[in-house]
């Protein structure tokens, strides 16, 4: 079954073609075009995540976003917005926002983030795996073991973790600061510039392996793509 989104923007040129992309990318899309319509659409049906528009009439983005919580705080919530002032985008994450992205964006990064927040329920069920076979390579997290064809390597606790997070979002984006929280506990610019190094370390690992490549996505974040 197809995930179902709630997409809320008074532009109703922009939101219809925005719906049309998200349609086509397998997603059941509900457009609303004012706050009190979304809220009455979420009020009466059932959605796995919500795009509001900041800026709209009768009901803006942040009220709605405090009524959606009130009913389900679970509800995951993206902000579109052409605000791009400090001060909206902390009071958009202090609502309990998933992310806040400025106009105008990339709509293939926006489908990455849909897919990583949604993914993240499943990620979870997921982190208790220890053990990986995917294409040539074997990977025991629990032992920090990799394998890639005849040659085996014991990775760093970061390299460990960094590709078993890889290795849980394999063919999906894994967002650059799920990692750097998870691992490195906090985001930087020395953090993140580490972190590229470690990525530079894995891709030399699994250079032999022509089934795999770690490849960038927009600068916000990675994929593990298995080409077999």
């Not at 809220?39 to 959605?47: I, Q, S, V």
């Amino acid at each position: 079954m197809s995930n179902r989104i709630l997409l809320v923007e008074d532009d109703q040129s922009f939101g219809a073609v925005l719906k049309d992309y998200l349609s086509i990318n397998n997603f059941e899309v509900t457009l609303a075009t004012d706050g009190e319509q979304g809220l009455k659409e979420f009020t009466e049906n059932e959605f796995d995540i919500c795009i509001f528009d900041v800026m709209m009439p009768k009901k803006d983005g942040f009220s709605l976003a405090e009524d959606v919580k009130k009913i389900d705080k679970n509800t995951p919530i993206i902000f579109l917005t052409a605000r791009n002032m400090r001060e909206d985008i902390l009071k958009g994450y202090q609502l309990g926002a998933d992310d806040y992205i400025t106009k105008p964006f990339d709509t293939e990064l926006l489908l990455y983030k849909i897919k990583a927040i949604l993914q993240r329920s499943s990620t979870l069920e997921n982190e208790e795996q220890e053990q990986f076979k995917i294409s040539n390579i074997f990977f025991d997290s629990m032992l920090r073991q990799l394998r890639v064809g005849d040659n085996e390597y014991k990775l760093s606790p970061k390299e460990n973790e960094l590709l078993k997070l890889l290795c849980i979002h394999r063919n999906d984006f894994m967002p650059r600061d799920l990692a750097l929280r998870k691992i490195w506990k906090k985001e930087n610019y020395f953090t993140a510039r580490s972190m590229d190094v470690y990525i530079a370390k894995l891709r030399k690992l699994l250079k032999d392996d022509e089934g795999l490549e770690i490849i960038n996505v927009h600068g916000e974040g990675f994929r593990l793509l298995v080409k077999n």
